[in-house]
């Protein structure tokens, strides 16, 4: 069965009012989308709700982030059973301004991820490596670390609710997209890689989707790449641009 294209819009710590979420909401509820996209959106969790409300029914909500716990003594966090509970369906985990600037481990993130799909939720699970590290030649060692972290704590049958957003840290919110030929080649790096540690169906069908400076302008060459399934979008997803990212297989 072919992988569905799949959209993410990453809104981050934005928009800072809610008056800024309508014209957003506005923006994609207009919008003429290809209905054979997967379409998910994740505003800071204080709107999760809110937008859900207002966004066209053929779009999903995501929170950017989760606990490990379910409830408890644990002030600050979102538990995944309560994101459940609310009815919110994804989860961003592990990106990597969660992995540099609250330095969070690969063993924090595949323990969320674990809790999460846990709690019934499915995962964006963001992995990928810095500039120092590809510069090193260390890319496919980086990627594979941050996966083996969750194959430890994952069974074979968790991986249909694990959508891969490979994110090389230096792309991110920098404008230095990847080139398709460096988004390919770790997008098939990490196939073999589930192919190899978890299993050939599980390559086949789990989405790798790419992230980092993608814009209405390099996702269509990107989007033409056996091994990208889709986009997470951090700027320009706040962007009427974010509508062409959409559509970007059309
Ligand atoms: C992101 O935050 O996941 C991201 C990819 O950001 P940007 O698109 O701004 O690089």
């Known amino acids: 069965m072919p992988r569905q294209f799949f959209v993410g819009g ?36 204080l709107y999760v709700l809110s937008l859900a409300d207002i966004l066209r029914k053929d779009f999903k909500v995501a929170a950017q982030n989760a606990y490990i716990k379910n409830s408890g003594a644990f ?3 979102i538990s995944p059973a309560q994101l459940a509970d609310a009815g919110v369906p994804y989860v961003i985990l592990g ?36 500039l120092e590290e590809r510069e090193a030649g260390k890319c496919t060692q980086i990627i594979e670390t941050q996966l083996q972290a969750v194959v430890r704590v994952t069974k074979e049958a ?5 959508v891969i957003a490979y994110e090389p ?10 080139t398709t030929a460096q988004a390919q080649e770790a997008h098939g790096d990490i196939r073999k890689f589930l192919h190899r540690v978890v299993s050939p169906a599980v390559a086949e069908s789990t989405r790798v989707i790419y992230g980092g400076s993608v814009s209405a302008g390099n996702c269509g060459e990107l989007a033409k ?9 951090g700027g320009a997803s706040l962007k009427p641009e974010f509508v062409n990212i959409i559509n970007s297989r059309r």
């Open 10 to 45: 990453n809104f981050k710590m934005n928009p800072s009012t809610r008056e800024q979420k309508k014209d957003i909401v506005k923006i994609l509820n207009d919008a003429d989308v290809d209905p054979n996209t997967e379409v998910v959106i994740a505003p800071p969790t």
């Open 75 to 77: 002030t600050g966090e």
């Open 95 to 130: 990106h990597s301004e969660r992995r540099t600037l609250f330095r969070e481990t690969s063993e924090l993130v595949a323990q969320k991820t674990r809790a999460a799909i846990d709690a019934g939720l499915s995962a964006i699970l963001c992995i990928g490596e810095t």
């Open 158 to 162: 968790n991986w249909s609710k694990i």
């Open 169 to 178: 840290v230096w792309a991110i919110g920098t404008g230095k997209v990847a």
């Open 225 to 233: 790449q056996p091994d990208v399934d889709g986009f997470l979008v």
